[in-house]
């Protein structure tokens, strides 16, 4: 029988299984080089990773040339200092120092300016109010470079706000992810992340926990327009003929609704 506890997982460990489970920055990383080269006709070379976690995704930005650069903002100290003493040491001397992690506020003003800002794994979600995710947006534009791109991912489906708890398997360990409610008054919904571990068979739960509103696609196009960006680019993904994703995304208006789907969308400054 599965034993199941409230998670008390050492952060190198929760983390970890968190990068094993949900990241793919790799494919991030090149969607964003082939975006932004197809609106400006150039790479982007600094990058700003807003709600970074351990900022992963920014370690590996420096690592493409001796001109990139990566700011990565986070206001938990925990994930920062996982990345400080897991991910930053993997670096050269010379990627170090154009690795910047910045314990703050997204929503801070700060000194430097950036080619690119990303909000991945559906962070943003957080700002529940209209004018909170407007205000989060403006402080975003005025943070590009003038040739600057602001990429976001959401998610949806007609099960995206279904109680469901979903389960994948990994090679050691499992990762749930489980929707407990939706709220359709207020668009708000809490989600919880689960692993188990195999070697034990113990699953900890609520490793992660998230009370997010769910955004739409043209809702956040507009106030994404409302916010000053002069352009926004919707994506899909297409299908590998067996009715799921084949992580190839591409600049569509129209779309087919289904069980789960998860999107980019690109704000030009």
Known sequence: MQEEIECTLPP??????YETSVQCHSADILFINREFKQAYDKA????????????IMAC???CQSQEHLAFAIDIDKCPLEYGLSHHYPKLSSAQQSRMNYVLGNVL?????????????NF?????????????????????L?????????????????APLEEETEHDGHSYYWDCEGYNPLTAECQYY????THHDGIKHK?????SWRMWTVAELCEILEDAGFSKTITFWEGEDGKGSGDGVFYNTKQAENCESWVTYILALN
């Open 44 to 55: 982007p070379l600094s990058l700003r990773e807003d709600f970074c976690g351990t900022a």
């Open 60 to 62: 590996d930005w420096v």
């Open 12 to 17: 190198e460990i929760k983390y970890q299984l």
């Open 108 to 120: 801070d003003n700060y000194s430097f300016k950036t080619d690119v800002v990303v909000a991945f």
């Open 206 to 210: 609520n490793a992660f926990s998230y």
């Open 123 to 143: 962070s943003y979600f957080v700002f529940k109010k209209r004018k909170e995710l407007l205000d989060y947006f403006k402080k975003v534009r005025k943070s």
């Open 193 to 196: 992340i689960h692993f188990k």
């Open 145 to 161: 470079n003038e040739q600057g791109a602001f990429f976001i991912d959401l998610f949806g489906g007609t099960e995206a706000f």
